[in-house]
C-alpha cells in the first residue's frame, strides 16, 4: 500500500490529484444531466468551440478563462438559435458550429503565434499547477454544482419532458440556457487540468456508468461522483507508476469501469440481460413441457 501511495508524498502529485477530484466532482454531476437529456454531443461542441476564444485571450493579454468562457457562451447560444428557427436538428447545428469554432481556432492559432502549446490547450498539464489553480477550479465548481443541485428537479423535468415542462409554466428557456453556461463553467475549470478535448470524457463517462447502475437520479449522482472521483484518484496514482500523463490515465481508467460497466451492470448490462434472458426462455419452455395435470 506504501509504495502505491507513494506519489501522494510528493507536492505536485498531491496538487494534481486535487485538481483531479475537484473537476470530476464538477463533471460528474453535471454529466448525469447531459446523458438523460441527450446532450453528450453538446459537451463535445463547447469544448470544441472555445479554442478560439483561448487564442484570442492570448493574443490581447487578458485571462484565458475569459476568452474560453465568451467563445463557449457564444457556442451554446448560437446553437440553441440556430436549432429553434431552422428545420435542421439540434445535432446537426452543434456538429457545424464547433467543427467551424474549433477550425477557427487551429487557423488562429497558426497565425497569431501566441506564446502557448497547442498540446497544453488541448489536453491540460496538470503536472503543472499549483495550489492557487486548485483553489480557482475549486471555487468554480462549487458554484456549478451548487447551481445544479438547487435546481435539479425543475432541470430533470426538463430533461424528460420539456413540453410539460412549458404547460406547468416552468421557464424552460431560462433552464436551457442556464445549462449551457454552468456546462461552459465546467469546462473551462477543467481547461487547464484536461485540456478541451478530454473534458468530453469527463463530461460523459460518470453519468453514463451510472445511468447503467440505477433508474433514480438522486442516486445516480452519488453514484457519478464516487466513480469519477475513484477513477480521478485512481488514474493520477497509476500515471505516476507508469510513468503516463496522469489526464489520459484517469480517461481511460474511465473508459474501463464503463465497458465492465456496460457488460456486467446487475440490472442494464449486456450479460446480464443476456442470462437473465436466456433462464426466462428455458422457465417458459419447461413450463410448457409440463403435462397438464
Not at 472555445?50 to 475569459?66: N, T
Not at 440553441?80 to 447545428?93: A, F, H, P, Q
Request: glycine residues 8%.
Amino acid at each position: 500500500m506504501s509504495l502505491i501511495l507513494e506519489p501522494l508524498t510528493l507536492e505536485f502529485m498531491q496538487q494534481a490529484l486535487a485538481m483531479a477530484v475537484v473537476i470530476t466532482i464538477a463533471a460528474s454531476v453535471l454529466s448525469c444531466l447531459l446523458v438523460l437529456r441527450g446532450w453528450a454531443l453538446m459537451g463535445d461542441a463547447i469544448s470544441h468551440a472555445v479554442l478560439p476564444g483561448i487564442v484570442i485571450a492570448y493574443a490581447i493579454g487578458i485571462p484565458v478563462v475569459i476568452g474560453a468562457f465568451l467563445a463557449g457562451l457564444l457556442c451554446s447560444l448560437a446553437t440553441g438559435y440556430l436549432s429553434e428557427n431552422s428545420r435542421l436538428k439540434e445535432d446537426t447545428v452543434m456538429g457545424v458550429v464547433f467543427s467551424g469554432m474549433f477550425g477557427l481556432g487551429i487557423l488562429l492559432f497558426s497565425m497569431l503565434h501566441i506564446d502557448a502549446h497547442l498540446h497544453e490547450i488541448l489536453f491540460g498539464d496538470i503536472l503543472g499547477l499549483i495550489w492557487s489553480d486548485v483553489a480557482k477550479t475549486g471555487v468554480i465548481a462549487l458554484i456549478a454544482c451548487s447551481i445544479i443541485l438547487v435546481k435539479r428537479k425543475d432541470l430533470l423535468v426538463m430533461a424528460f419532458d420539456p413540453q410539460h415542462a412549458r404547460t406547468i409554466g416552468m421557464p424552460v428557456g431560462v433552464l436551457h440556457y442556464g445549462l449551457l453556461v454552468v456546462l461552459s463553467i465546467v469546462i473551462v475549470a477543467g481547461l487547464k487540468a484536461v485540456g478541451i478535448i478530454l473534458i468530453i470524457a469527463l463530461l460523459i463517462a460518470p453519468g453514463a456508468i451510472a445511468h447503467l447502475l440505477t433508474d433514480r437520479f438522486d442516486r445516480m449522482l452519488m453514484v457519478a461522483v464516487a466513480v469519477g472521483v475513484a477513477c480521478a484518484a485512481a488514474g493520477v496514482i497509476a500515471s505516476f507508476h507508469f510513468d503516463s500523463v496522469p489526464a489520459p490515465t484517469i480517461v481511460l481508467a474511465l473508459m474501463i469501469v464503463f465497458v465492465l460497466t456496460f457488460l456486467f451492470a446487475p440490472t442494464h448490462g449486456l450479460v446480464t440481460r443476456t442470462i437473465t434472458s436466456k433462464r426466462t426462455i428455458a422457465v417458459a419452455g419447461a413450463d410448457s413441457a409440463r403435462p397438464d395435470s
